[in-house]
């Protein structure tokens, strides 16, 4: 008995389902995968990260979208919905239905046990193919650790680490500022 390959959805298969889903799905190589959802930890970490930096950004050029805002990586076709996306400038999307982000200039995960290990390799390298991307800050909702990856001016990516609650992380293209205090807002860890 033999397999019976499975037929590849195209970008825009994928899109005509995604945009009558109820539940959301990424895709990748003609492939959809379905997205588990959220803990209480996960939803209050994205929310106080999407408000602290809403917050911030009030009044300027920039926007920031959460969960339901998917982007498109254009140089790898992986779709995807990052917890939290900002945009400065114009946003560019990829069709008239203006739901797939196509130059996010900071997007940031909240990790969970199921997505952690692909969301800091195989994702990442994703995210580091597109061009208007600045910063990737990846936060463990299960221990006090938030990584921030941020594009140096040669191409190459500085990786730091945050562990105290007391840590201040410069979100330099946006000109904001995030602490631990308030991404843990509510957490116990």
């Not at 919905?81 to 946003?91: A, F, I, L, Q, T």
């Not at 840590?167 to 946006?174: D, Q, Y």
């Amino acid at each position: 008995m033999s397999a019976v390959p499975r037929r590849r959805l195209t970008e825009q298969e994928y899109l005509a389902i995604e945009r009558g889903a109820e539940a959301k799905s990424e895709f990748y190589n003609g492939e959809m995968f379905a997205m588990a959802g959220a803990s209480r930890e996960h939803n209050l970490i994205t929310g106080n990260i999407a408000r602290v930096l809403g917050n911030q950004l009030q009044g300027g050029k920039c926007e920031v979208y959460s969960s339901d805002m998917r982007v498109k990586v254009s140089p790898t076709g992986l779709y995807t919905y990052p917890d939290v996306v900002v945009v400065c400038g114009r946003p560019e999307f990829e069709d008239e239905e203006l739901d797939t982000l196509l130059n996010p200039t900071l997007l940031v995960e909240v990790l969970s046990e199921s997505t952690q290990r692909h969301d800091r390799s195989l994702k990442l390298l994703h995210y580091r193919q597109i061009p208007s991307l600045r910063e990737v800050v990846l936060v463990d909702q299960y221990h006090r650790l938030v990584e921030h990856s941020r594009r140096r001016r040669d191409g190459n990516w500085l990786l730091e680490d945050f562990t105290e609650m007391d840590a201040a992380i410069s979100l330099k293209s946006i000109k904001c500022t995030l602490r631990l205090t308030e991404i843990y807002e509510r957490i116990e860890l």
